[in-house]
């Protein structure tokens, strides 16, 4: 064995020569050793690459949705707007409206001319009350002098009542009782009798049909009449049939303005003041036969 010195020796090779000249097995052979701050950063490049694979599927599925989602939009604003014009339809239009004092209300289209049928029912009523119950004496307790009109007296009431006619029905009205003795006596004023109206029936009211055409009047009313006329006097104390009274009343709406009542109206007054104000007017009445 040659001696060699230390310095030149490979320390690798010197191993690999003492260990073959004595003959011992070699030791294993150790695996270089890798730095585990050099693994830093390892993988990134792929999960990145696996990450993008997951993402892309994610948009495509949102612009997919995303059709379906501007036709929901759409539908809900078709929506608003159906439910916009139904609540002007109800509303019948309703506006603002500034008061003088600088309110603010809410205000809508009024038909002048619409009556319901209580109005009409109500008015009718009245009415005949008012025509056919004649008394002596007047609500305030002095005795009715009447009015009169060509060459008989009339009674207040019946003079009242007629207040709700039209001009031309009205004197075709008063022609009806100066040639009718048995409607209105001379002097019946004069006679200390009574009438009393007894009403049988008074029909739901309905539009006349027009006979040209057949189809019902708009903004037209009529309503039947049915009752007994009975007079009372000190001939008569049980009561004396006049007639049996059996009317179609025709009534259409007017806008009328009625002056101020005075404050010293007596209740005769009121009540054909109300009567008026109900907006009604009568433009026709027929004769109908009446079986009782």
């Not at 993402?55 to 707007?81: C, Q």
């Not at 309703?94 to 008061?99: G, P, S």
Request: proline share 8%; with cysteine; charged share 25%.
């Amino acid at each position: 064995m040659s001696l060699r010195t230390i310095d030149s020796l490979n320390t690798e090779q010197a191993e690999d020569d003492i260990y073959r000249d004595c003959d011992l097995p070699a030791p294993p052979v150790q695996e270089e050793l890798v730095d585990l701050d050099s693994l830093d950063g390892l993988g990134d490049e792929d999960t990145s690459a696996q990450s993008g694979q997951r993402s892309a599927p994610s948009v495509a599925a949102l612009l997919k949705l995303a059709p379906l989602g501007i036709s929901t939009l759409t539908l809900l604003y078709l929506f608003h707007l159906g439910g916009q014009v139904a609540s002007i339809r109800k509303g019948h239009n309703q506006v603002l409206v500034q008061t003088v004092d600088g309110r603010s209300i809410v205000a809508e289209p009024v038909d002048n001319y619409l009556r319901t049928p209580a109005t009409v029912e109500q008015t009718v009523k009245q009415w005949s009350d008012l025509t056919f119950n004649w008394v002596q004496k007047l609500p305030n307790g002095e005795i009715d002098q009447g009015k009169r009109i060509g060459t008989k007296v009339f009674p207040t009431r019946l003079v009242e009542a007629s207040t709700l006619m039209s001009p031309d029905l009205q004197q075709v009205w008063y022609q009806v009782f100066q040639e009718r003795d048995d409607y209105l006596p001379t002097n019946f004023l004069g006679t200390k009798a009574t009438r009393v109206y007894f009403p049988k029936m008074q029909t739901t009211p309905r539009p006349p049909v027009d006979p040209r055409t057949g189809q019902p009047i708009e903004n037209r009313y009529e309503v039947e009449v049915f009752g007994d006329w009975v007079e009372y006097s000190s001939e008569t104390p049980q009561g004396r049939l006049i007639d049996h009274l059996a009317f179609v009343v025709r009534l259409r709406p007017v806008v009328k303005t009625e002056p101020p009542l005075s404050e010293d109206a007596d209740s005769l007054q009121r009540a054909a003041y109300e009567l008026r104000a109900n907006g009604l007017e009568i433009y026709d009445i027929q004769r109908i036969q009446y079986a009782p």
